[in-house]
């Protein structure tokens, strides 16, 4: 059958035109698609697998009818399956069915009815598209269910990106999910069945306000047209608005996201003061890309805790911090934050290891470095020492030797100072990381003395001196 347009300037003109519009503008869907259009035999659905119908000999497109049986209403839902089986047939679209037996699934799996039909009902979907080959798949939400859903979420708590309501695309599996009905109006489009007279399912539970839709459809927004009749254009106004906003804003975040983010071992980081300059609306999202990033997507993240976490990250006077979110931590370091799996940064406490004598090798994986231990004579010494080498005298040092990590109450007595310090304050000195503190090794003698910090101090015992015969050198390798 060709594409069909009335001659008059007919509702279905009205329409029919305003779709084509819709899908010329949005190129929301291409001549010659395989489209799986979910059918239900509710008003909305039907309208929409009509006018796809009447469209497709135009646009080249392949349609199958998808239906799925809920469980829930045992008679209703049959007659529903037999009347959309019969609608589509009369067209010679091709129908897929399918019981899902929500209620079993519930039984088994527990939660929320509507979420587990809302479930069950998508996976049919998509494996019906993956099955025929079909690259989209079309939903008949429209105007009044987009007012709807941002008034919903007004009413919990939302931000930008739950103002933008329901997406008119959105990939899923590698299957486009879209919704060209979502400009055009309930009575538009029950205005256009009656025109062709064509009939439609009707579904008890939509009366039912023990579901929070249908008192949002039922009540609330016939209570706000009484202030604003065009309540619900404003609200799909405000979701375009909305969604063009969040859109905008996603692609600078993820722009700033790759500029700013660095992959070490285990996580992120990045330098807190190139993320202070960002704006607060780019704060928010870039820290959300980042947990959501190290988190693969799995920890959702909630807006107190990001934002807790962004204002620390923005404080002058503390320097050092440690917030924990779900399955992550996000250490500050003087400029330096790190967010990586909360394992990643456990493992590196609490370690200990024993050199009976001064030769040999010593791998440290909590701290990711090994020290390197050999004894030589004097006088064969060419290099003296720097931040990554010790050298002790054998002869003054008290074996065996420890490397560990960092104990509270550990003292150091730093070479050319007069009297001890705090290893903490030490590190305090030197802005050594909070949790880098936790890792770092110290080599400890028989005696509890701290010998050397690599990279930092080294303490004033068994100091090379001109009698000195043999000295133990230590070299510190970090992975």
Known sequence: MGWWIPTERTGTMDVLGKLNRILEDEHLLQPGDHIVVAVSGGPDS?????????????????????????????????????????????????VVYQELQ????????????????RLLRYRFLLETARRLGAGRI??????????????????????????????????????????P???????????ELDRQD?????????????????????????????????????LNRLAGLASSDDDYLNR?????????AQAVQGGLRLDRRDYATLHVALQRRVLKLILNYVSSGTEPQDFEEVERIRSGLLQEGKPNAVWQTGGLRVVRAYDEVRVEQAE?????????????????????????????????????????????????????????????????GD??????????KKVKDIFIDHKVPQAVRERLPLLVDREEKVLWIPGLRRSGTAKVIDGTRRVVCVHYLPA
């Not at 008890?204 to 009484?226: G, V």
């Open 46 to 94: 039907t309208a929409l697998l009509q006018l796809l119908f009447l469209l497709s000999g135009r646009w080249g497109w392949t349609l199958t009818a998808a239906h799925a049986n809920h469980g829930f209403r045992p008679e209703e839902s049959e007659r529903e399956a037999a009347w959309v089986r019969a609608f589509a047939e009369e067209r010679g679209i091709p």
């Open 102 to 117: 929500v209620p079993a699934y519930l039984k088994q799996h527990g939660g929320n009815p509507q979420d587990a039909a």
């Open 138 to 179: 079309a939903l008949a939400h429209h105007a009044d269910d987009q007012a709807e859903t941002v008034l919903m979420r007004l009413l919990r708590g939302t931000g930008i990106s739950g103002l933008g309501g329901i997406p008119m695309r959105r990939m899923e599996q590698n299957v486009e999910l879209v919704r």
């Open 181 to 191: 009905l979502l400009r055009i109006t309930k009575n538009e489009l029950l205005e």
């Open 198 to 234: 064509i009939g439609y399912c009707t579904d008890s539970s939509n009366t039912k306000l023990t579901y929070t839709r249908n008192r949002i459809r039922l009540e609330a927004l016939p209570y706000l047209a009484r202030f604003n009749p065009s309540v619900a254009q404003a």
């Open 252 to 260: 600078e975040a993820e722009q700033a996201f790759r500029r700013m």
């Open 344 to 408: 990643q940064i456990s493992a590196g406490l609490a370690y200990c290891y024993t050199m009976e004598e001064a030769d040999g090798e010593l791998w440290i994986p909590e701290a990711s470095c090994r020290l390197v231990f050999r004894t030589v004579p004097a006088a064969e010494l060419i290099s003296g020492p720097d931040g990554e080498q010790a050298f002790f005298d054998e002869d003054a040092l008290r074996f065996p030797l420890t490397v560990r990590n960092r104990r509270d």
């Open 411 to 420: 003292r150091m007595r730093p070479d050319g100072l007069n009297g001890s």
